[in-house]
């Protein structure tokens, strides 16, 4: 079957790190998403990895170990319009790019 | 920027009605989906459609679920006849080519089957 874990939801204070952590086991590999999802809109792209290591963009890096199944999204200078849930997907289909994703973490950012 | 669009995006139905969701993709993608999200629920996949094509299918699109690209801009997906647990978050999304890019989401269709 096909497991994507992720905490349900984490607290951070403004201008602090936070790290979201995400296990998979899936049938196939090929690629692991990260986005964001504000309350009631839809998915935004984050960050994509799909080779072992660390990718970075802006306040935002991703982390990923095929081998251990995990996956991370480090988030830098937390803002408060950061608070969103980020959901964690796999692209498990090949080429037809077929997403399964995790239920998600909801992160709330306080002052 | 381009973007995936969608409409309705309220629906209200009474149950065992039909409904279309229509979606827009991004105008020179290839690669078509359509998600759901119940509330307070993960994002599930539906449906891919390549080619014309179903590509592949959840099993929660079954036979009561369809879709169809009837001219070279729309994607939509037809539920035949609503149930109440059909009520969520439908989320249309597409793809320039294959899986190592991201795929663009629209701002969805809330579904309320009463």
């Known amino acids: 079957g096909q497991n994507i874990d992720q905490p349900t939801e984490m607290t951070a204070t403004e201008g602090a790190i936070v790290q979201i952590n995400c296990t998979y086991q899936?049938?196939?590999?090929?690629?692991l998403f990260w986005y964001q999802q504000h309350a009631g809109e839809a998915p935004t792209f984050l960050s994509y990895?799909?080779?072992?290591g660390l990718e970075e963009k802006g306040r935002f890096s991703s982390f990923l170990s095929r081998s251990k199944g995990y996956s991370y999204l480090l988030l830098k200078e937390l803002q408060m319009k950061d608070s969103a849930s980020y959901l964690c997907?796999?692209?498990?289909?090949?080429?037809?790019?077929?997403?399964?994703f995790g239920k998600g973490t909801k992160l709330s950012v306080k002052p | 920027e381009p973007e995936v669009t969608q409409t309705p995006s309220h629906q209200v139905t009474q149950m065992g009605q039909e409904v279309i969701l229509r979606c827009v993709p991004i105008?020179?993608?290839?690669?078509f989906y359509w998600y759901r999200q119940i509330l307070g629920q993960k994002v599930e996949f539906l449906v891919s459609f390549y080619n014309n094509e179903i590509s592949e299918k959840s099993e929660i699109f079954d036979d009561q679920f369809s879709v169809e690209r009837p001219d070279g801009s729309n994607f939509t997906l037809k539920i035949r006849s609503t149930k109440l647990e059909d009520s969520a978050m439908y989320f249309c999304?597409?793809?320039?080519?294959?899986?190592?890019?991201?795929?663009?989401f629209g701002q969805g269709t809330r579904l309320t089957v009463v």
């Open positions: 105008s020179n993608h290839l690669y």
């Open positions: 899936t049938s196939g590999f090929n690629g």
């Open positions: 990895n799909v080779l072992d």
């Open positions: 999304a597409s793809r320039g080519r294959g899986g190592d890019t991201e795929a663009f």
């Open positions: 997907a796999v692209n498990y289909g090949g080429s037809q790019g077929n997403l399964i």
